[in-house]
């Protein structure tokens, strides 16, 4: 009988250990959960929070960040960002080969502000009155038999190699970028033959220098 009675309470206190045991365990898959699922709150939020302020950039026709998807992968989610790029000047892709290629002819050993400077240049005299139209005519222009840009009528123009800054400072002036000052003209007095140095110094306003370029207009 004594013996029943010890082997009846072991059988208790297996069962009793037991149920804490399960106890226990639903409470750590529980716990184990709820980080995921504030992980999970927290990102809601933040898509939420970058929709209001990135849209509207978007929308609002200028250059600016915006949301364009959210993707829900198990137990991520994930927003993705894109940039729109407006540009003010929309050039065919003639005009915008020949817009580059003649920034790297002439101002291929200057920084990324001198190329953006010689592509101001060009666009400002399309936008001028006392120039051609479009970049192609203002690039390939002739004065009396003599080309607007030495490395047209010297045929470097047609040899360069177009780098990533280049590309870059097209884009920037593209996008209305404009650190001219409304120049029309440079020169490069070092390398320029003095007689049309000397037209420049009458005939134009001088405006500033930048690397081996001084601009007029």
Same mark, same amino acid.
């Given at each position: 009988?004594?013996?029943?009675?010890? *082997?009846?309470?072991?059988?208790?206190?297996? #069962? !009793?250990? @037991?149920? +804490?045991?399960?106890? &226990?365990?639903?409470?750590?898959?529980?716990?184990?959960?709820?980080?995921?699922?504030?992980?999970?709150?927290?990102?809601?939020?933040?898509?939420?929070?970058?929709?209001?302020?990135?849209?509207?950039?978007?929308?609002?026709?200028?250059?600016?960040?915006?949301?364009?998807?959210?993707?829900?992968?198990?137990?991520?989610?994930?927003?993705?960002?894109?940039?729109?790029?407006?540009?003010?000047?929309?050039?065919?892709?003639?005009?915008?080969?020949?817009?580059?290629?003649?920034?790297?002819?002439?101002? *291929?050993?200057?920084?990324?502000?001198?190329? #953006? !400077?010689? @592509?101001? +240049?060009?666009?400002? &005299?399309?936008?001028?009155?006392?120039?051609?139209?479009?970049?192609?005519?203002?690039?390939?222009?002739?004065?009396?038999?003599?080309?607007?840009?030495?490395?047209?009528?010297?045929?470097?123009?047609?040899?360069?190699?177009?780098?990533?800054?280049?590309?870059?400072?097209?884009?920037?002036?593209?996008?209305?970028?404009?650190?001219?000052?409304?120049?029309?003209?440079?020169?490069?007095?070092?390398?320029?033959?003095?007689?049309?140095?000397?037209?420049?110094?009458?005939?134009?306003?001088?405006?500033?220098?930048?690397?081996?370029?001084?601009?007029?207009?």
């Amino acid at each position: 009988m004594y013996k029943k009675a010890v *082997g009846l309470l072991m059988l208790l206190s297996f #069962l !009793l250990m @037991a149920c +804490v045991m399960c106890v &226990r365990g639903a409470d750590a898959v529980r716990m184990s959960h709820e980080p995921m699922q504030d992980l999970r709150l927290g990102m809601w939020e933040l898509e939420e929070e970058w929709a209001g302020k990135a849209r509207p950039a978007a929308d609002s026709g200028r250059k600016g960040l915006g949301i364009a998807d959210v993707a829900v992968s198990g137990q991520r989610t994930v927003a993705f960002l894109v940039v729109e790029q407006h540009y003010l000047y929309d050039l065919s892709d003639t005009d915008l080969e020949v817009l580059q290629r003649i920034v790297e002819a002439e101002a *291929g050993n200057e920084d990324e502000d001198g190329k #953006l !400077l010689v @592509a101001n +240049v060009v666009l400002n &005299r399309m936008n001028s009155g006392l120039f051609p139209d479009t970049v192609s005519e203002v690039v390939f222009q002739r004065e009396k038999g003599v080309s607007q840009f030495s490395p047209v009528s010297n045929g470097s123009y047609y040899r360069v190699h177009v780098s990533e800054e280049t590309v870059s400072a097209v884009e920037r002036a593209l996008m209305g970028e404009d650190i001219s000052q409304g120049a029309l003209y440079f020169v490069a007095r070092k390398y320029a033959d003095s007689s049309k140095v000397l037209w420049f110094d009458r005939k134009l306003t001088y405006l500033f220098q930048h690397g081996g370029h001084e601009f007029f207009k």
